[in-house]
Each structure stands twice: as structure tokens, then as C-alpha cells.
């Protein structure tokens, strides 16, 4: 009798390989024009909903600190700005991206973007620090 | 012929996490074991009792990477059973249907394991390359392929759209498809039977004894399901079966054909539930920072089971009257399921080691929370003192009702 894993396995050698290759265009600017050179392979679209690094905005901020109640991970200090104002500054070096503080916020200030690779040498560079 | 000890641990190749085993052996043979838990203590439930609920929530789902579902679901059961929270019934539904997609998911990587833990690599990547799509799918319903941050006191974040029904609905049918070529592979293939055959036995006493749970105490023939012992969110408005072989012998095929069958019937759960979803609320209190409110005038104490996919999760709150609960405590399965490894490594041969320890589906670091480290020394606890401080706490916790 030909053993089950045989037949999967034959099959197989005749599929394409179902690995996603990683996204050239994503990597970080220092190894992207290395890359250049090379194929590029189109980047697989995340989920519409995921749930990326955070963007802010200064502006519509309103200083009511909800979102540093409910962060479970301590990202989010209170600030005040230059006029004075109430505003936030987060790590998101630590962020766990959980969207909890998007949830919270009143006027909507906070958003996930697709942004995923935050890799970085400096945990507080300015990639990773919003304001 | 003399006895020797070998120990295996805490970090070993043949385990993902780390966890001592001293065993005895006598030749091949296994004569009996020693296991060494503690060197993955995090103390997450101290860190949570200096966090208000909703901050507990995401701690809790870090509790393990696989059941990061499980342990959130159990906690805001414990918060809603504290406070006296309804939770919608639509919100029940997709609770059910996430922690079903869990299931199905956790299942598929640990026959993935298992198959690597015989040394049959083929099979680990037939079996993870299908685990991608419910990776995929939880990603599109949730927005993350682990950590899902789904879960509410009250409800879950997030509603389930046309879209996502109809991307739930293929991909289970892709599963019923898909599933019978895991199926043919495990349950015919040859060298998967021999290496799980008659290895590994937990007998249906000690497994009442030893008060294992999840599929290692269904495949020993004892039906124990918190799903149908105590049924809750969608549960209690379907009708499931605890998934017991029927002349269980208590071998890891046994375990292996449970998760197997475990899998199916998770995908008819679903279906079910895409079918007879509710309209409705998602939430209880839709406005956090008012729940946060009320929930730091709450008191009392409640508790929240969920069968997670390695077996029965705990967890247990007290409120009293304080932002953070006072106490927070969470029982992962594999802690019930240390203890059943003795019988089952008794007489087995060194070789089998690996896929033995494997096969209860360990998570050690979701286990791991009892190390006592007083004045930077380690101390091994008796019965008695353990009983001793398992008192002091009983009085301390009433002292606070
Ligand atoms: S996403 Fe979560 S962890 Fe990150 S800043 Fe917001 S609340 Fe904190
Ligand atoms: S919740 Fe929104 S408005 Fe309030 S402090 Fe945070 S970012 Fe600003």
C-alpha cells in the first residue's frame, strides 16, 4: 500500500510553494536599495482592519487622557506642548498594539495604520516616538 | 541492572519552553520521573493587580500566544460574573466563533508538533501550511493573526460583518476539505502509528485521579467538557458533545484522533453559529471609560471557565471597591496536566520522551506561577506550607469582603 504522505507529497512537488516571499519594498531604507537591484516581490496586502503602528494627531488632540487609563502597556505620557496645551507623547517601541487607546478616544485623534516593520537600533527614534 | 538519572531540561531542544524532567531509567526504560516547574515565572498576576480590568484584558491574552483568546475569555467571564454583567447575545456568538477559530488553530499547530516531535517534518508542514487560512481569517475578523484584542468585560470590540461571514463560510469549507488529507495522514499513516500506538497510556483512573483535562482526559475516556458540563456564551443553544473515543485506551493516537475530531466538530460549531447569529448590541457599555467607572465602585468576587483547546481555563476575581481588582488569579490547563505526565512516561522508552511531553499540548510558561523566591532564594514548598499560605490567603481575602 503506498503510505498516505506519499500521495500529499508527490502533489506537492508539483504546486507551487505556498510561502509568502517577504515584501522587498517594506524592508528598512538601508538594505532597500541592495534589494533594488534584486526582484522585487509585491508585498502581501495586511488584513483591512490591522492593526499597525499608531499615528496621532497633534492638532485634534484634546488632553482629556483617556487613552492613558486604559493602555495596558504604559506607552502613552501626558505632555504639554509648547502653547501649553495638554497633549500626549508615546513610545511606540513598547506598544502591544492592542488599539485600545483608538477605541477610547473621544474625538477620534488616534489611528492604526498598516505599518508594520518597526524594527529599529535606537528604541526612542523618532519613528518610534509620536508627539 | 543499575539505575541511572538522566535529566532533561530546562532547555532542551525537544521542548519549546523550558521545564526539567529527572528521569530514572533503567536501559531504555523510563522507571519513574521527576518534574521541575518554575524557571518561566513572569508574576503576570501581580502585574495585573496594579492594572485596572480593561488593562488585565490585553496582560491576560499574554498569558500564551496559542490560547490568546482563552485567557481574556475566562477573565471577563470572572469580571462579568463579579459585577453582574449581561453580555448581548450577539456578542456571545462571536465569542464562540473566535474561540472556535482558536481551537481549530491550536489543534492544527499541535498535530504540526507532534508530527516534528516523531521526526516526521513532512507531515509538520502539510499540517501548518493549512493552519495558515484560520491565521489569516482571525486576521481579517480581529486585526491580528495572534494576539487578537478582541475581547471586552461586557461584550466583545469588534462586530462581525456580511464579508466576514462569507470569508468565515469558505474557509470552513476549505477545512472540511482540507481536513481529510490531515485525517488520512494521521490516523493511516504507518510510522505515526507505530510511534503513538500503546505510548504514553493514561489510564481512565488516573486520569480522574490526577484530574487531568482537555482532550488528554477525553482521549482516557472521561467526558469532560466545560462546554457541555456548563454551557455558556453560544453553547448552551447548540448541542455539543464531549469528543471521547469510543474504546479509549488512553494513548497518544487516542490524543491525536481527539484533536482530530475536535477539529471537525469545531468547524460545525461555527457553521452553526454563522447561521443562527443574532442581530444586535456587540457590547454591554460601549463607553470604556464609564465601565472603568462603575467598575472601580464594584464589589465581589467571581469566577470564568472557558475550554480552551488544551483543556479547562481559569480564572478567579475579587473587586473590592478599587480601581485594580485585589486579587486575580489564572489557572492555565497544563497545570492539571503536569501531574498526568508521571503514569504517562512510567515504563516508556527514552526515545519517546519528546513526543510524550508533547502530546498534553504543554504551554509551561502559561503554567508556571507558583515559584516562591524569598530573600533571593529559591524554596521548595510542602504540602504543609503550601497548605499554611493557601489559609493565610483565604483570610486575607475575606478580610476584604
Ligand atoms: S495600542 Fe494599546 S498598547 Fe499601544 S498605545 Fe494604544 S492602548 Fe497602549
Ligand atoms: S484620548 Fe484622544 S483626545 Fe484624549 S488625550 Fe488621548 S489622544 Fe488626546
Known sequence: ?????????????????????????????????????????????????????????????????????????NVIKAVTDKDGKRKIKMDVSKCTFCGQCIDVCPVKCLHSTPEFLLADYDKKSKNLTLE | MSEFTLPVGPVHPAFKEPI???????????????????????????????????????????????????????????????????????????????????????HLLWAGVAAHEIGFDTVL????????????????ITGNRVHYGVMMIGGVRRDLTEEHCQKLSKAMEYYNETLTAIEDVFLNEKTIKMRTQGIGIL????????????????????????????P??????????????????GDIFDRVWCRLVEVRQSIQIIDFCLQNIPKGDTLAEKNIVKLLADLSQAEGEGIGRHEAP?????????????????????????????????????DAEIADIPIISASIDPCIACADRVTIVENNKTKTLNKIDLHKKSIEKSKRLKKCQ
Open chain 2, 125 to 140: 508542514y502539510l499540517v501548518w501550511k493549512n493552519r495558515e487560512k484560520v491565521m489569516d481569517i482571525c486576521e481579517s
Open chain 1, 1 to 73: 500500500m503506498i503510505p498516505p504522505m506519499l500521495k500529499y507529497l508527490i502533489k506537492q512537488l508539483f504546486t507551487k510553494p505556498f510561502t509568502n516571499l517577504f515584501p522587498a519594498n517594506r524592508v528598512p531604507n538601508d538594505t532597500s536599495a541592495f534589494l533594488a537591484k534584486g526582484k522585487i516581490t509585491p508585498p502581501i496586502p495586511v488584513a483591512e482592519n490591522y492593526r499597525g503602528k499608531l499615528s496621532y494627531e497633534h492638532d485634534k488632540c484634546i488632553g482629556c487622557y483617556s487613552c492613558i487609563r486604559v493602555c495596558p502597556a
Open chain 2, 20 to 106: 526539567q524532567f529527572k528521569f530514572k531509567i533503567e536501559g531504555e526504560k523510563i522507571k519513574s520521573v521527576d518534574i521541575d516547574m518554575g524557571y518561566n515565572h513572569r508574576g503576570i498576576e501581580r502585574a495585573g493587580m496594579k492594572r485596572n480590568p480593561v488593562q488585565i484584558i490585553y496582560l491576560s491574552e499574554r498569558i500564551c500566544g496559542i490560547c490568546s483568546f482563552s485567557h481574556p475569555f475566562s477573565f471577563s467571564r470572572a469580571v462579568e460574573n463579579a459585577v453582574g454583567i449581561e453580555v448581548p447575545e450577539r456578542a456571545h456568538y462571536i465569542r464562540t466563533i473566535i474561540a472556535e477559530l482558536e481551537r481549530l488553530h491550536s
Open chain 2, 203 to 230: 489510564s481512565k483512573k488516573d486520569a480522574l485521579a490526577l484530574s487531568a483535562v482537555g482532550p488528554t482526559v477525553r482521549a482516557s475516556g472521561v467526558p469532560k467538557d466545560v462546554r457541555v458540563d456548563q
Open chain 2, 232 to 249: 455558556y456564551a453560544a453553547y448552551a443553544d447548540m448541542d455539543v458533545k464531549p469528543i471521547v473515543p469510543e474504546k479509549a485506551n
Open chain 2, 310 to 346: 488544551r483543556g479547562e481555563c481559569t480564572h478567579y476575581v475579587v473587586l473590592n471597591k478599587q480601581p485594580n481588582p485585589f486579587t486575580w488569579k489564572a489557572r492555565a490547563p497544563t497545570y492539571n496536566n503536569v501531574l498526568p505526565w508521571v503514569p504517562m512516561f512510567k
